[in-house]
């Protein structure tokens, strides 16, 4: 499993330092959405694909540490 991790924790990173912007949230891509009024649609179809890539990406990183507190628990 923290070959896993260790893999989302890198595809993140990367998703930082993009010649595109990641944004933080759907509010921040919705808010570009609205200001750009149709124009530019590469960059915000790019910025589109690029959040949900981190969307995914954060998903199963959650979903990876609530199986791990799931079998911790039953351990016990």
Do not use: G, P, Q, T
């Given at each position: 499993m923290t070959k896993?991790?260790?893999f989302i924790?890198?595809?993140l990173k990367q998703l930082e330092r993009g010649f595109v912007a990641t944004p933080e949230t759907l509010d921040a891509l919705m808010?570009?959405?609205r200001?750009?009024?149709g124009s530019n649609d590469f960059l915000l179809m790019q910025m589109a694909i690029q959040y949900g890539a981190?969307?995914?990406l954060e998903n199963v990183?959650?979903?990876i540490a609530l199986a791990e507190m799931t079998a911790e628990?039953?351990?016990k």
């Open positions: 896993v991790k260790e924790a890198v595809e808010a570009f959405c200001a750009n009024h981190k969307a995914a990183a959650e979903s628990y039953n351990e």
